[in-house]
Every structure is written in C-alpha cells, then in structure tokens.
C-alpha cells in the first residue's frame, strides 16, 4: 500500500472525485479496500477509465459508494495504456447514482441550478426536461415529488451538486425619503440584480420587517447609486408608518 494514502471515511469520495476533475487534474485516483482496488483515471478532468474487481465504468462508481471505505492515493501525470472512457464525470456519475438506494429529499421547496452549462452537457428525455423548466419556473421539489422517475432525477441533481435549495437574499437597508417616484420604493441596481438571478424573474415585490417584527409589502424598482438604502416615496411613509433613517430587512417576494 502507498505511503502516502489516507483514509476515506472523512471524506465524501463522489465530492474528492469532483474535486480533481473540476481542477482539470490528470492521473490515477487508488482507492485501497478489502474487495480489491478501486481506479479512477482522469485526462485533463475527463474520465477515462473506471475499475474495481471484475466491475467497470459507472458500476465500479457505484460499488465504491455503496460501501465507501478504504485508503486513497491520487498518483499525479500518469495515464491509462488502455482506456475504456472518454465522459464527463457528471455523466459517469449520473448513471452510477442510478443504481443506489432511492433516499427521501434532504429539500422539499424551490432549488436553484448551480451550473446551466452542465446541465446543457447531458442527454435529457422530453419528460426531463420537462422537469428541469419546472424547476427553472421555481416549482417547489416537493410538488414534482410524487413521481419516482423524478423523484430519483431530483436526488441525482442534488448529488452531483447542481441543485441547491433556492434562497433569496435578504439586505438590510435604511428607509430613505424619495420624491422621484410614486407608490413604489427603490433599490439599488446591484441588489436588484442579485434578486433577479436568485428567483429568475424581475422583482415586483418586496417584504420590508421592521425590528419590531412587523412586515409590509412593497411594489419595487430598480433605482441607481443607491447603496444600503431603500428609497420610499412620502405617501408610502406615512402609510406603512415606516420612518427615515429605520433599518429594515428587505428581501423579494
């Protein structure tokens, strides 16, 4: 056994393998088990050969996960004399998650795609692709659940790392006075923008707390050099009792 090995069982081996790939890593990554050894050859992050035992490609993947224990060493520069594939890992990956236990969501509401162009490399059925818009439509994971297809699709997603729950930015901001406007408050054009790519979609409202815990809502604009402040014209003040110069939360709705 190397030296230099170290154990696997702090280590999360599908987010390890991710890890060189994404870095563009090229070698042989050994893991030392009871039941043989395990192999996984990459070429500039492409994976070109996957082995444990009599097990090869994504089935070799999944028996290492369903059991992930051993030593690992990454040997740097070396190449497979005979290598049996040219994949993405994401590809590799989705069909070796394929095989393992289905397990309950770790997120039932609204996700957000990590990595589009990913998504773009992989072969996806009409009824997946289906699925993704409705996520992209920010359908709650719970809601698009019942199916099991789908249901293992969405577990899938999460694994590999691109589905994470959707979480909108909350800013605190102080309440400013602004007569350029009516009947709409403004926020800065670099939150704003933020907003927008965490619900996909142009903000229309937004929920304003007050430290005393109460909360209104707001239409909403986009406004320039702004910074940390929320602009609300006076008949919005004095409707919502809000004062100048309160801090507040501030998220979309």
Known sequence: MTQSSASLEPFDFLELLYL??????????????????????????RVRHLQLGEARGAQALTRLMQDPIGRFHFDEGVTHPDPRLDVSLDEVAMEALEALPVQDLPFDGPARIT???????????MKELDVLQMIEAQKPLGDLNGDPEVHRLLLKLIRIGLL???????????????????????VDEVIFRRWKEDIVRHPQFVAVKRDSGQVVTLPVRVGANITNQLHIPPELLMRTSLRAGESVLVKPV
């Not at 890593?25 to 990459?42: E, K, M, N």
């Not at 990595?115 to 059925?125: G, V």
């Open 164 to 186: 994470v729950p959707r979480r909108s930015r909350t800013a605190r901001l102080v309440v400013a006075v602004t007569r350029q406007v009516r009947d709409v408050v403004l």
């Open 20 to 45: 060189l790939s994404e870095q563009g890593r090229s070698g042989v990554l050994h893991v030392y088990r009871p039941d043989g050894q395990f192999q996984a050859w990459l070429e500039s992050g």
């Open 115 to 125: 990595a589009p162009e990913r998504l773009r490399c992989l072969r996806w059925s």
